[in-house]
């Protein structure tokens, strides 16, 4: 198990906020990854990072931005939230060929 | 067209069927392959890797069929339990960024 912790669990939030979604993990894994999930779209690919010096774009980062504080805290951030960010926000890490998801966050934008 | 496609579902089975799905990925380059697990809300789990000569665990067996582009899954013997969401998820070899598909609900009844 790769211990992967999210914060907040859920949160509301309103159009125009910035907002910062914590992830942490305690196996020293270097790969991080920042999935959003919404309802028969699966998971899609915000960012991901190699490790704190390296940050890669997914297929939706617009609007998006990460930090890679440690190894072990990869942040994901909202600038100016707008509802169509309304999601489950999952972090995940690679290890071997595998990942391992935290337990998401449920983030709503009024 | 997506990278992986999976039929939504929802598949209704009683328990005690033998139930399959099916996964398309589009890209040839693909080298693993994977099915997860999520349930309701919660994070993505990983159920099996898919190899090539196809595997086995317990009543749940994976098939890879590289000409074709699909990847199965068969779940024999269906128990209450089973009942979830089922995602098929490649990777192009590097490991850096896998490929979801948007899931495939099975509802096992009593």
Known sequence: DADVTQTPRNRITKTGKRIMLECSQTKGHDRMYWYRQDPGLGLRLIYYSFDVKDINKGEISDGYSVSRQAQAKFSLSLESAIPNQTALYFCAIRDNNEQFFGPGTRLTVL | ?110
Do not use: H
């Not at chain 2, 067209?1 to 579902?9: F, I, L, M, T, Y």
């Not at chain 2, 139930?19 to 693909?30: K, L």
């Not at chain 2, 990983?46 to 317990?58: A, K, P, T």
């Open chain 2, 1 to 110: 067209r997506k990278e992986v496609e999976q039929d939504p579902g929802p598949f209704n089975v009683p328990e005690g069927a033998t139930v399959a799905f099916n996964c398309t990925y589009s890209n040839s380059a693909s080298q693993s392959f994977f099915w997860y697990r999520q349930d309701c809300r919660k994070e993505p789990k990983l159920l099996m890797s898919v190899y090539s000569s196809g595997n086995e665990d317990g009543r749940f067996t994976a098939q890879l069929n590289r000409a074709s582009q699909y990847i199965s899954l068969l779940i024999r013997d269906s128990k209450l339990s089973d009942s979830a969401t089922y995602l098929c998820v490649v990777n192009r070899g590097n490991f850096n960024k896998f490929y979801f598909g948007s899931g495939t609900k099975l509802n096992v009844k009593p």
